[in-house]
């Protein structure tokens, strides 16, 4: 199996729940290595909507988003 070269970033994220409150939920994503942090805020606001924070992590952890 081929290994791709990605930079992994935890994200937190706003996700409405049923009875209508907000919760803050984090999970990390990978993206391609030439994608700045602007670009990638960029690409999740607008299929996730609100960004709470983005921390690049250098450990993959378990259950990956790769974009």
Known sequence: ???????????????QRKNGGM????????FEP???????????????GRILSIEYIDEIERDVICW
Do not use: D, Q, W
């Open 23 to 30: 919760l803050h939920v984090e999970r990390p994503f990978a």
């Open 34 to 48: 030439e994608m700045t942090e602007a670009e990638i805020k960029k690409v999740l606001s607008a299929r996730m």
């Open 1 to 15: 199996m081929e290994m791709k070269n990605i930079n992994v970033y935890r994200v937190g994220f706003c996700s």
